[in-house]
């Protein structure tokens, strides 16, 4: 088949969790397909260093979009119905190509990953159209409200319900709706819009997350993620004021490190706390989580699922969760990694893994294996064949086209 796929962050190199799941797609679909891919960057350096996605594709569309223009875009929307979010990866230019590429190719299938690109190709023409929401992103602007200050409190809960709208709205465009976990496949039924919906998990790669080989450092415990995120940073804070103590309580020589690009100064200031290392960008985060004795994901805003505690169960380290961060993952709490609620159970929990090794071991084992059966991206591209064949992907269907894809 001849593939278009359109996905909001540049998918390579595949090294934080938007690029993960469509670079993962996109080298599974090109193995039989010609696939085309469509995508915004951001910077020529992030261009430059995509290169290597031409080895999994036949051609590439993108536009460079700037911050200032992505901004004055977002400013514009705010009066308007449209969610000012949507704005931020719109691109003329890429709009352009997009359009110019669907009147010169009929192609089998356009897969999008990620709402925020819909509006590309809502109205193109007769190939079938997936829509891989990933996240309900705009169930994570609705969290964000409840937890930030005013007035941006207020600018995510507004941009949410527009959001929310538009998902649904756009939803209705496309032959087959498909999101990461069976909670945000709930969001997406809730939805009620007529179109077949379905979940397909998220993968790790187990091979290259593997367990280490030489032993751990008994008490030490880590966090990975990108510190630019939001979530990340106010688990990570809330991880050092009220958990960290309790554990140092009992065992005060017990280290905790950071690790993940681009922290801000709140995040950096952290490091000056007992125990407590930010090491900013490193060239691979393995050898950390390889040398812990626990990881931890205490996030109190997540959807979708966690990288960071998939790596972390493949390379047989022993996670401690919050239920939010944990729900995206096909584990058993209790089993393949603990959860906790709470600064004293998030603690307890921690310090049951660092005080029993036998325990440990079996967690790490039996989270190893989990991923192994059921996080594989083998297992979860052959649930995306399924879908696409059960769905009549493949076979064209007449469908007016209304104009030329708009932001």
Request: proline share 8%; aromatic share 8%.
């Amino acid at each position: 088949m001849k593939i278009l796929v359109v996905c909001h962050r540049f998918p390579y190199p595949p090294r934080r969790g938007g690029k993960i799941r469509p670079f993962n797609i996109i080298r599974h679909l090109s193995q039989r397909h010609d696939v085309t891919v469509a995508s915004p960057t951001r910077s020529a350096e992030e261009l430059e260093a995509g290169a290597g996605l031409k080895q999994h594709c036949a051609r590439i569309l993108t536009d460079r979009i700037s911050a200032p223009a992505a901004l004055a875009r977002m400013v514009a929307r705010l009066p308007t119905p449209a969610p000012s979010s949507m704005a931020y990866f719109h691109s003329p230019g890429l709009a352009r190509q997009i359009g110019d590429e669907l009147a010169r190719t009929r192609f089998d299938l356009i897969f999008v990953h990620c709402a925020f690109m819909a509006p590309y190709v809502a109205d193109a023409g007769t190939a079938r159209k997936i829509l891989d929401f990933g996240d309900m992103d705009s169930q994570k602007w609705l969290a964000y409200a409840r937890t930030r200050a005013f007035p941006m409190s207020l600018g995510y809960y507004v941009d949410g319900i527009k959001l929310r709208r538009a998902e649904a709205q756009l939803a209705r465009k496309f032959d087959l709706c498909t999101c990461t976990t069976r909670a945000e496949l709930d969001v997406l039924k809730s939805y009620d819009t007529g179109v077949a919906v379905d979940w397909f998990p998220n993968g790790v790669d187990a091979e290259y997350f593997s367990p280490g080989e030489g032993a751990y450092r008994p008490d030490t415990v880590c966090f990975i993620g990108r510190m630019d995120y939001f979530p990340n940073q106010e688990g990570v804070i809330e991880f050092c004021r009220d958990v960290l103590p309790l554990i140092r309580a009992r065992r005060p020589h017990v280290t905790f490190s950071i690790v993940g690009v681009a922290p801000p100064p709140r995040i950096q200031a952290l490091g000056s706390l007992p125990g407590v290392t930010v090491t900013g960008s490193v060239p691979d985060v393995r050898p950390y989580v390889r040398a812990s004795a626990v990881s931890v994901a205490p996030l109190s805003i997540a959807r979708g699922t966690q990288n960071k505690i998939l790596e972390a169960m493949a390379m047989g380290v022993p996670t401690v969760s919050s239920a939010a961060a944990a729900g995206g993952v096909d584990a058993e709490p209790g089993r393949h990694l603990l959860t906790a609620s709470g600064p004293r159970e998030f603690a307890d929990a921690v310090l049951r893994m660092l005080e029993n090794p036998v325990e440990r071991g079996r967690v790490a084992g039996a989270a190893r294996a989990r991923v192994l059966s059921h996080h594989s991206w083998d297992s979860s591209m052959a649930k995306l064949d399924r879908l696409v064949a059960e769905h009549g992907v493949g076979r064209s269907r007449p469908i007016p086209s209304t104009g030329s894809p708009r932001g």
